[in-house]
């Protein structure tokens, strides 16, 4: 990992950071994150009506 | 109270959902929008907040202090950590090896901050969805170096002190072996990290990932450990995406030790992350409300063990495009349990 800092006009600081080892692999698109998530075996069950009422200590 | 609150009145005047094409978090195309980022591309970048909360060297305040109010300059550091330069990502979206650097950058902002004599907590976070109240879509995190313990962490400590002190074990490895021997909160896991719905959740999606090693700070990690830890994100990430077909907003907060040496280790302290969805069913908000704000009781209208089984039914194996190890293309796949 390096690290190269500049300094905004406004004084502030920036820093980008870049690594050794680029992968090229790329955020999911809507399409594929629609996809997986369809694919994913089963949805969730709607939710069930509350049928405890208890305090656990945190 | 004896509790502070910090007063930033020129950040009622930041930047609220601009349009794709004044993202200030974008890089700056030629010719294009001048954006805070400016060079027209970058893998992940750090900069000071324009509307930080507290600044390195803050104005003095606009109101005296009195024996009843006590008043103090905001000393402390806001850093923006901006994910990715794709605007329309998500940090569930980004491959898990862009996961694995933003670790190793949260890693390095710590160590950083952390050196700051006026720092003595740094306290690393994603506020992500307009359920949160973000203000920006572009994928991007934040970082306050505060110049106290806050509330919420000294109690964290008060509690895992006073745990060590009855029974000479740390609160939170015991939470984890009990969370791991009984199963049914478990979410996944892998070697260095588990991720489980807590037995005491104030939110339905509550999640919480700790190290099964006992550590205190991301500095603490090794290699192996910080690649475990991007995995089980991105798997918690695209569950909670897949759990409603939705991309799902979430709060996630890093607890790390204190940065204050002040004669503690804090060696009974342990790292962790938390997330608290607001959502508690597709539609429906989780409202912190009468109770939760004016009494600090979260009532949690289900059960951990119910939306623990829920997410775990959407957890997918991790699939790493670059093998770092071995440094080449490999597909590989993370273990999941």
């Not at chain 1, 809507?30 to 089963?42: F, K, L």
């Not at chain 2, 029974?167 to 489980?196: H, K, M, P, W």
């Not at chain 2, 009532?299 to 959407?314: F, Q, S, V």
Request: aromatic fraction near 10%.
């Amino acid at each position: 990992m390096q690290r190269r800092q500049i300094t905004l006009e406004d004084g502030r600081y920036l820093i980008f950071y870049t690594f050794d080892e680029e992968t090229n692999a790329s955020p999911e698109s809507d399409e594929e994150a629609g996809a997986r998530a369809a694919d994913s075996g089963r949805r969730a069950e709607p939710e069930a009506e509350p049928q405890a009422t208890e305090e656990r200590r945190v | 109270m004896g509790e502070w609150v910090a007063t930033a009145t020129h950040r009622q005047t930041r930047t609220f959902l601009p349009p794709a094409d004044f993202c200030p978090l974008c890089p700056t195309k030629p010719g294009g929008f001048p954006t805070e980022i400016p060079e027209p591309t970058y893998d992940i970048v750090a900069f000071e907040n324009r509307f930080p909360s507290l600044q390195p060297e803050p104005p003095a305040p606009a109101v005296e202090a009195s024996e009843l109010y006590p008043v103090r300059p905001g000393i402390g550091v806001c850093e923006v950590l901006v994910y990715t330069p794709h605007h329309d990502s998500t940090l569930a979206r980004e491959p898990v090896e862009q996961i694995h650097k933003l670790v190793e950058v949260w890693t390095d902002r710590f160590r950083a901050l952390s050196a700051h004599d006026f720092v003595e907590y740094v306290f690393i976070f994603e506020n992500k969805g307009e359920a949160i109240g973000v203000t920006l879509h572009h994928p991007h995190g934040q970082i306050y170096a505060y110049p106290f313990i806050p509330p919420r962490i000294e109690r964290e400590l008060e509690q895992s002190r006073a745990h060590q002190r009855e029974t000479g074990r740390c609160l939170l490895c015991d939470i984890l072996s009990n969370e791991q021997t009984d199963g049914r909160r478990i979410v996944a896991e892998n070697d260095s990290f588990a991720a489980y719905v807590p037995f005491f959740a104030r939110y339905p999606y509550e999640v919480h990932i700790a190290s099964t090693r006992h550590l205190q700070a991301l500095t603490d990690l090794g290699d192996a450990e910080r690649r475990d830890l991007a995995a089980l994100l991105k798997t918690v990430l695209a569950a909670y995406d897949k759990l409603f077909d939705l991309s799902f907003p979430y709060m996630m907060v890093l607890h790390q030790r204190p940065t204050d040496d002040g004669g503690d280790d804090y060696d009974y302290y342990h790292l962790h992350i938390e997330f608290y969805p607001p959502l508690r069913t597709a539609t429906k908000l989780k409202y912190l409300a009468g109770s939760e704000s004016g009494a600090g009781m979260f009532i949690n209208d289900t059960l951990a063990e119910e939306k623990a089984a829920e997410l775990r039914a959407h957890v997918a194996p991790v699939v790493w495009q670059t093998n770092r190890a071995a440094g080449e293309k490999s597909g590989e796949e993370a273990d999941v349990d």
